[in-house]
């Protein structure tokens, strides 16, 4: 069983920065695909950012160049800095870890809005 455990969101203007972080507890977290979706009102869940096992890296086309998504195995945690926030990335952000099964976060409110 894999418990994931989000922070860092809030309410930004556009433009602005942000720094999501999971951290998960369990074992053998380096093993596990660590990845960011997002929700809005309305629309259904989408990957944001995804990190394999690996050390790969992949990110959805609207946010390619504004987030990044690393992760520091040492400590169980994977992050998404967000730059060059818009209105349009105002959502539910939830982390996800997968290997065998999949486990979700709690979810996080991140606004954008002047």
């Known amino acids: 069983q894999v418990q994931l455990v989000e922070s860092g969101g809030g309410l930004v203007q556009p433009g602005g920065s942000l720094r999501l972080s999971c951290v998960a507890s369990g074992d053998s977290f380096s093993t596990y695909a660590m990845n960011w979706y997002r929700q809005a009102p309305g629309k259904q869940r989408d990957l944001v950012a995804g990190?394999?096992?690996?050390?790969?890296?992949n990110y959805a086309d609207s946010v390619k160049g504004r987030f990044t998504i690393s992760r520091d195995n040492a400590k169980n945690a994977v992050y998404l800095q967000m730059n060059s926030l818009k209105p349009e990335d105002t959502a539910v952000y939830y982390c996800?870890?997968?290997?065998?099964?999949?486990?979700w976060g709690q979810g996080i409110q991140v606004t954008v809005s002047s």
């Open positions: 990190s394999t096992s690996f050390g790969t890296t």
């Open positions: 996800n870890a997968a290997r065998y099964q999949v486990y």
